[in-house]
Structures are given as structure tokens and as C-alpha cells.
């Protein structure tokens, strides 16, 4: 057999392992639970809504609010 026909076999045949395992290990990964209403409303306090910020007007500085 020629090295590079073996050599070709040979890396299709580690690809399609490869393959296999990671499609198993994403069917069996548990899906992410879901929040209660108290976890969400924290959620909600402490990063903010997921709404955009309004644009800014023409000559407004972005300031901290504290100054």
C-alpha cells in the first residue's frame, strides 16, 4: 500500500472518531435549568434589563452619574 493512501485512511478514520465523540458528548450535556421568578427578578436588578440604551444627543458627554 502507498504511505499517503494509508496516511489519508488513517486521518478520515481519526476525523470521523473525533466527530462521533464530540456529537455524543453535546447529546448528553444536561440543558441549562430554568431560573424561578425570584432568580430572574434578581438577575434583572443586578445586570439590568436587556433593553438598548436610548442614543445619545448631540453635545452630551458621557459622564458617571456620581459627577
Known amino acids: 500500500m502507498n504511505k499517503t ?5 488513517l486521518a478520515c478514520a481519526i476525523s470521523v472518531a473525533a466527530l462521533s465523540v ?4 453535546r447529546r448528553d ?8 421568578e425570584e432568580q430572574r427578578k434578581a438577575r434583572k436588578k443586578f445586570f439590568g434589563t436587556g ?3 436610548p442614543p445619545i444627543p448631540k453635545g452630551q458627554e458621557m459622564r458617571p452619574r456620581w459627577q
Request: glycine share 0%.
Open 5 to 9: 493512501l494509508l496516511l489519508s485512511i
Open 51 to 53: 433593553k438598548t440604551l
Open 29 to 36: 450535556a444536561p440543558d441549562p435549568p430554568n431560573m424561578s
Open 22 to 25: 464530540s456529537l455524543t458528548v
